[in-house]
């Protein structure tokens, strides 16, 4: 069973940065993307960041909000995708969630998982 383990956050002033990461642990899968989600309280979840390996090469795609502030990359060897968040705002505020889809070689079916979440704070 493959799940996801999420890290980083917290607190931080207004323009100052924070990484994210996102780990994938389990025997026998592959991960053909993960997304990174925020959410706000009266809002939608709404999608920050996200990256696609199909074929090998990384495709990556960011909400309007956020690119130029926000790089979303992975680490094949330890089967982690990092988001780093720079020159944070009060509108970065959330819990983030990072998603993932791939396939379990075990089962040979497709699989999509939550990581459990974990809360950035921009303070002014």
């Known amino acids: 069973q493959v799940q996801l383990v999420q890290s980083g956050g917290g607190l931080v002033q207004t323009g100052g940065s924070l990484r994210l990461s996102c780990a994938a642990s389990g025997s026998a899968f592959s991960i053909q993307f993960v997304a990174w989600y925020r959410q706000t309280p009266g809002k939608q979840r709404e999608l920050v960041a996200n990256i696609t390996s199909v074929t090998g090469d990384d495709s990556t795609n960011y909400a309007e909000s956020v690119r130029g502030r926000f790089t979303i990359w992975r680490d094949n060897a330890t089967n982690t995708v990092y988001l780093q968040m720079n020159n944070l705002i009060s509108e970065d505020i959330g819990a983030y969630y990072c998603?993932?889809?791939?396939?379990?070689?075990?089962?040979?079916?497709?699989?999509?998982?939550w990581g459990q979440g974990t809360l950035v704070t921009v303070s002014s």
């Open positions: 998603n993932a889809g791939g396939v379990d070689h075990s089962s040979r079916r497709w699989f999509e998982i």
